[in-house]
């Protein structure tokens, strides 16, 4: 079940989430808890594929046709060249409980989603090596991960979870390679939100200037608000 949420880059909370100081997993807590109401400890419990739609969300609440650039290199000659995507093509339902998973040995396991959770306990024990990432995530717990288990594993994670990295057609203008490109979604919102936060920031500076308001104060009128009286500054109404 999706939880509400409601836009980013409109309240006083929004200008506490440090992009450029936390890690990206952090950052995108700090903004889905802000924006939906859930205690951050709950947000890190979310599978990635859970965030990422709740991110998904929170970008199409206020502009459900909503399209982000991203900016790809060529792997056949190495040009770098732009493709902007519609975001509502990746909102999808979440099925993220632990599925059944056969082992290439025949063993029948259970295999979870990773969580941010996951992520941060990861990051923090220093764990790099991808058997020892990949176990933790196996039930019953499997001690040393056979080599060859891998490859099926990350298949049957990509299978459940097809929208984290979202594969778009992506034919290069400069040479004409067709390929795909794969896209990291969650990084690239994340950009956009930051994008969002300069803007409250820049109105809050502009307004400020403008009236002499505080800060608090500024944040404290509705969006719409906001809106209008920069849209009277940027008129030349207002000196
Ligand atoms: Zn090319």
Redesign the pocket.
Known sequence: MAVPVRPFGQTAADLDVAFAAAAPDEAATALLAACTGCEATAVRGWTLARRLQALLAVRLADEPGARVPAVLR??????A?GLEFELAQCVGEVEDGPMPWTAPDGQALALRLPTAADLQGWRQAAVRDERQLAATLLAPPVTALPEDWLAPLAEALAERDPCTALQVPAP??????PHSADIDLEALLLADFAARQRRLLDDVATLARAFHWSEAQILELPAWRRAHYIARIESGLVA
């Open positions: 060529c792997t056949a000659c190495g040009e060249f290069c203008p400069a040479c004409g390679q």
